[in-house]
C-alpha cells in the first residue's frame, strides 16, 4: 500500500484485509441457508464410463441444487477418485462396489475415506453374451470360444471388473487362449451394439445394473466358481470430515436406498430414450414422473 495514502483508507483495507483472512483462517464456507446449516458447496464425483454412478449422481445433483446446494459433478478414473476423496479434493462419491470389486481400493484407501452406507444391494459383475447365444455359463466357454471369435471383449483396464476377470474368471474357467481385449466401456458398447445388430455371438464383460440389460438381449453366463464374486452393494464414500462439512446431506445419503427397478428406470431415460449429455432437463422429468419416491428421499 502506497504511504501517502489517508489513515482512513489504510485502516478500512486492513480492516477488509483482516476480515477475508479471519474467514479463510476460520474455513467458514457459505452455507444452504433456511436452517440448514451445511456447507453449500460439494464436489461429487464420478467414475467415467459406470453409468449406475452418472444416473444416481445426477439425481443427488439435482435434489442437493433444489435444496439450495451448490453441487458440481467431478469425472474422473477410478483411482483418482479414491485419491481425492482421501485427501479431501472431492466430497463425496456414489459409486463404491463391496465387497470385492473395489476391495484393493478400500484396502489402501479405506482409512482415510468414511462410509456413508450402501444404496443398492442387488448389483453383481458379470460375462454376458447374447441372449440366444449355445452356452449358459463360463464352464462352456472355452470349449466353444471358437463361436464367439475367441474374443472377450472387456472395460477400462483399471476396473474393478477387469481385474476380477483377468485374476479370477479366465485361470478358474481355462480361458488363457482367448483374446481379452480391454480399452474402454463405451468401446465395448459399441462392439455389443455391432455384434447383436449383426446377429453375431459376443462375449463382453458387464455388470449389473447396466442400461444395456434394458437395450439389449443379453444373458449373463453362470459363474459356478464365484470367480466374479457375486452380489456385491454399491455405497455412497466420503472425504473424512464430510458429516461435519453437510451433516443433513450425509443423513440423508446415508439412509438413500434404490432398487434395481427404479434404478433401470432412471437409466433408461438417462441412456436409451435420449441421446445426449445434458442429464438436468431429463432427469428434471424423471423426478416429476417419480415425485413421491424422490420426496421420501429428504423426507
Known sequence: MKKNRSTSIFALGTVGVLALTGCAASGETDTVGNGNDDNKDMSLAVFNGWDEGVAASELWKAILDEKGYNVELEYADVAPVYSG??????????????????????????????????????????????????????????????????????????????LATTNNAIPEYGLEDMEYLTSSTAAMLVELQTAIDKGENIVVTLWEPHWAYNKFPLKNLEDPKGALGGRESIHSYAKTDFKADFPQAAEWIGDFEMDLNTLYSLEQAMFIDYDGQDFAPIVAKWIEDNQDYVDGLTS
Open 85 to 162: 476423496l482421501s485427501t479431501g479434493d472431492y466430497d463425496l462419491s456414489m459409486d463404491i462396489w463391496l465387497p470385492v470389486t473395489h476391495a484393493s481400493y478400500l484396502e489402501e484407501y479405506g482409512d482415510k475415506i468414511v462410509d456413508l452406507g450402501a444404496w443398492n444391494e442387488e448389483s453383481q459383475n458379470a460375462i454376458a453374451v447374447n441372449a440366444d447365444a449355445p452356452i449358459d455359463s463360463l464352464e462352456e466357454l472355452a470349449a466353444n470360444a471358437d463361436l464367439f471369435g475367441n474374443r472377450i471383449v472387456g472395460i477400462e483396464p483399471g476396473a474393478g471388473l477387469t
